[in-house]
């Protein structure tokens, strides 16, 4: 049964940095793109960056890019996410997710993760 773990999550004041991790134990995680998700107080879940199964391609939601990097390492069935500048608007419940997409595809779309994690709280505030 595939398991997704998130961790790295914490309380961070405005233009500080966290890094997220997302480990998957019971499956494949080396063929499947995986994503970030969050979701804010009060807020519906959104995509925040994607990467490809071979990390080939990565795409960002706009206001995450240049200061968001996502990467993975399948030797450890492990996908990252770096978070500089964080902002206020940032604060949310942090998602990772496997989706049923293979090569260098990848998506955006909520419905087409199969696997989810608990999530991990990232606060941000002074």
């Known amino acids: 049964q595939v398991q997704l773990a998130e961790s790295g999550g914490g309380l961070v004041q405005p233009g500080g940095s966290l890094k997220l991790s997302c480990q998957l134990s019971g499956g494949n995680f080396n063929n499947f793109a995986m994503g970030w998700f969050r979701q804010g107080p009060g807020k519906e879940r959104e995509f925040v960056a994607a990467?490809?199964?071979?990390?080939?391609?990565?795409v960002y939601v706009d206001s995450v890019k240049g200061r968001f990097t996502i990467s993975r390492d399948n030797a450890k069935n492990t996908m990252y996410m770096q978070m500089n500048s964080l902002k206020p608007e940032d604060t949310a419940l942090y998602y990772c997710a496997r989706s049923r997409y293979t090569g260098t595809e990848y998506s955006r779309e909520i419905s087409n993760y199969d696997y989810w994690g608990q999530g991990t709280q990232v606060t941000v505030s002074s």
């Open positions: 990467i490809s199964a071979r990390s080939l391609n990565k």
